[in-house]
């Protein structure tokens, strides 16, 4: 199984992915980690990836444009069974999820923030959202 993490903090996720159960599955060649920085595929010189909500409302958002950058290039190179947004909104990760999921071959995490991600983000490419 090769999951893709999509991330703007990807320093976070080494240190967890070097250890216990993960270590193992990666070692046996049962998983297969990415990480991408979100911040590489923004178009500013600040590598911004946030901003306000499209149509308005209070906080910030993950920008659209950075996060379509990342799958359209992402899904050029494979194809991926599911696009997972991880967010306090999704349903609860569950062990018979957890079994469904690891059934996968490829598979995409996005790691939400702020607010959340740009609605039209949800509608074009996230095929599941898990808390």
């Given amino acids: 199984m090769r999951i893709d993490i999509i991330t703007i ?37 600040y590598k911004s990836v946030d901003d306000y909500p499209y149509g308005g409302g209070a906080g910030m958002v993950m920008m659209i444009e950075p996060i379509s950058k990342i799958i359209t290039t992402l899904s050029n190179q494979r194809q991926y069974d599911d696009i997972i947004f991880l967010t306090p909104d999704g349903i609860l990760l569950d062990q018979p999820l957890a079994n469904q999921i690891s059934m996968k071959k490829n598979i995409i995490l996005l790691c939400g923030h702020y607010k959340g991600i740009d609605e039209r983000v949800r509608e074009k490419y996230v095929t599941r959202e898990i808390s």
């Fill in 9 to 45: 903090f990807p320093e976070f996720f080494r240190g967890i992915l070097a250890h216990s159960i993960i270590k193992r599955a990666v070692d046996k060649g049962q998983a297969e980690f990415h990480l991408h920085n979100l911040r590489d595929f923004a178009s500013n010189k």
